[in-house]
Each structure stands twice: as structure tokens, then as C-alpha cells.
């Protein structure tokens, strides 16, 4: 029986249309951040955060990745921003060619960076390359802090570590997080990380991260 | 060119070891729980908690799954009950020829309840039978009330919806979580499903799901 390689394949077709979307954004000076985490860990809550503190400064597009539902789309549209929704309809990953046609519809020639909010999972998403320049990872206090030792791919990978929901290591049953674990288990995978420890929904220590995303964008731009 | 349909072959492959797996299980009058959820929505916790709770009264054996280390085996062994690891170096989910593996090697003729800790994910599991009577959900409050809406498949099809951290609903920062808005959204997808808010932490509400699946258990034996 011949095998056949169906892995290489799929990789090869989604490295093609990411080929593509780099191409485009390197053309609009356009910084790509994919943004993955676990369910529920923030990610939505940090881009409106982000695009509410930075929009004098820097103009900020979304594309939403979910299974089902535009719940995403709306709370980033209330911000002013454009945000475009894909569906993935159970799909565990958002694939380059989806981002291509979302690309396609957002005014990318007026936005200085375009966050891709990718579908809710910890494993699949950190495989497949959409054309963003760098990937961010997102992980909640809840979720506990053994997870870059448990999920290791996705921290290996990443220029960025964001610990959200540090408001809750402030209450007393959630004291079983080790912050500083989580920072020399994500440096052991990936020396050169930025971690940056924030709450979404307080504000707590968020300049930290505005600051250098906005620096991040200039730079691009500055080259 | 011809088209192969590979999700076919790959579900069929799996479903020879589920079936394999549902028919040892079914011989010893064993009952088998596979439980999914996102990466730290604290089914380990659950798990050891469970098992103090009702070792008196049900000998439970645990296969734990994860991309990588041993720390889950290890907190179930801690409670004097079986459990064997399996790693996937990557793969987003349990096979059941990895659960056939493991089942091999735990004492299943002792056993009345075996539970599956699938890997962290709330999509790619829910596609994959292991040969389990059961498929158990589990929800975290930190992720959000938004989830049976977002992620429908796991929710449509699981025995038992598992509501964690409800301690966490009382802090001042846990607001966001509306409990009514998760039991209706999981049984808009699933007329019969059971839905029990826990604190594996704290232990608060936990014996009605300890005595219902005690119940459980002992209809299966006595069946």
C-alpha cells in the first residue's frame, strides 16, 4: 500500500496562502500578531483593553477565530475597531486561507497592526503559520502553572507570554499559582520570551504591555 | 485525482480499539468516564477528590492523558489509586488504541469505574470515541459563561456537565459568570444532561455528584 504524506500536504497548501498574507502585510508595514491560548483565558478582553488604550496612537484591525457564534466580533466592533469573524464550524485551528479572505475584507491599507484572535486551544493552533510576524501566547492564573511544562509547543514558539487575570492571584483561593515557576518553566523553552503579567479586566500592570506593543509597531514601521 | 477520505479511514481505525475497549469494559462490569474539558479547568483536582470521597465504596482506576510529564499520574497515585500516563508528544487528543494500552496495564478486574483524563482541549477530543460509556464535560468559572454556545460539540454530547470553581463566583472579581446562562445554553444542546456546580477545592456542593455517580456505578454492576 503506497502512504501517503497527508501531514506535509495540508502544511505545504496553509504555507502557501500564509506565504501570501505575509507578503501583503510586509507590503502595508503592517504588524501580525496571532494571538492562542486555552479557552476562556482572555484573550478578547485583552484586545479591547489594548485597542482602547493604544487607538490614539496606533490603528488596530481584528480577525476572530471561533467554532460558532460572532460574540467575539461584536465586543471588539463596540471598541470602534474593524473586526472581522471567522467561523471554523469545528475546526480546532484557523488555517492561512481563512485569513487570507478576512484580509481581504478589512481596510488593511489604513491599519498599523492586525491581531488575529485564533479558535480557543492550547495545541492545534501553534502548528499551523497564518503569515503573522509573531505568535502570542495567553495564559490565565486560573488555568494553574504547570502549563508551559504541560503544553510546551506553544510557549516554544512564542515572542510574547501574556499571564492574565493576575487580579485573581490576590484572592484567597487562588494561591496555588507560581508565577515565577511559570516565567523560568516559559524561559526554559524559549530563552528570549517577553512575559508580561496583566489583568485585562482591572487594568492592573497593562502599560507594561501597551508600552512595548507600541513600540513593537513603531519599529516595523520606523525600518 | 482521487479523493481518499482520510477522516474516515483514521475514525474507523479508532473506532475497531473503541469497540475492543467497550467490550472489556462491558465484561468486568466496569464503568468508563471520559472526561474533557479546556487545559486547567481542574480535572485532576476533581479526580482526587472523587476518589477520597468514595473509595470506600467504588475501587476507581484513572488513565491520565497529556502532551507531556507525568504530573497528573503522579497526583492520582498520590491518593492510592491506579492511574497510568500516557504522554502524545503532541497530538491533541486520546486514541482509544493508547486507551487499549493502558487498559491493559491497569488491574481492571478489580476496578468498578475507570475515568479518562482526555488531553486539555475542548474540540478534538469530543471526535474521538475510546470506548467509554460516558463523555463528562467539564466548565471552569474563569473561562466564562459564553462556552456551551462557542464550543456546542462537547456540550451535545456529554452525560454530565461538571460546573468548576464555583468558589470563585463569590470573589469580587467573579462576577462575569452567569451560571443560568450555562445550564440553559447546555441544554438547549442537550435536553438530558446533568449538570452539577462543584468546588474541587474547596469541596463545596460535591457530594451530589459524588452520590450520583456512586448511583451510577452501582446500576451498572447491578444491571
Not at 479572505?101 to 498599523?112: I, R
Request: with cysteine; glycine share 6%.
Amino acid at each position: 500500500m503506497k502512504k501517503i504524506d497527508v501531514g506535509k500536504k495540508i502544511l505545504s497548501a496553509n504555507e502557501k496562502y500564509a506565504r501570501q498574507n505575509r507578503q501583503l502585510l510586509a507590503e502595508h508595514k503592517i504588524m501580525c500578531l496571532n494571538m492562542i491560548s486555552s479557552p476562556g483565558s482572555g484573550k478578547t478582553t485583552i484586545l479591547t483593553r489594548t485597542i482602547k488604550e493604544l487607538k490614539s496612537k496606533i490603528k488596530i484591525g481584528v480577525i476572530e477565530g471561533d467554532i460558532q457564534t460572532d460574540i467575539d466580533a461584536r465586543r471588539i466592533k463596540a471598541t470602534g475597531a474593524p473586526a472581522i469573524q471567522i467561523n471554523t464550524y469545528g475546526a480546532c485551528h484557523l488555517s492561512a486561507a481563512q485569513v487570507s479572505e478576512a484580509l481581504a475584507k478589512l481596510p488593511v491599507k489604513e491599519m498599523d497592526l492586525v491581531f488575529i484572535e485564533n479558535v480557543g486551544n492550547l495545541i492545534c493552533p501553534s502548528a499551523f503559520e497564518l503569515g503573522e510576524n509573531y505568535k502570542i501566547v495567553v495564559l490565565s492564573v486560573p488555568e494553574g502553572d504547570d502549563k508551559p511544562a504541560k503544553y510546551p509547543a506553544i510557549f516554544a514558539k512564542s515572542k510574547v507570554l501574556l499571564i492574565n487575570k493576575i487580579d485573581l492571584l490576590k484572592t484567597p483561593s487562588q494561591v496555588d499559582f507560581d508565577i515565577e515557576r511559570v516565567k523560568a518553566d516559559a524561559r526554559k523553552l524559549n530563552k528570549g520570551i517577553e512575559i508580561f503579567p496583566v489583568s485585562a479586566k482591572t487594568g492592573a500592570r497593562f502599560d507594561d504591555w501597551c508600552h512595548w506593543l507600541a513600540k513593537l509597531v513603531k519599529n516595523l514601521r520606523c525600518d
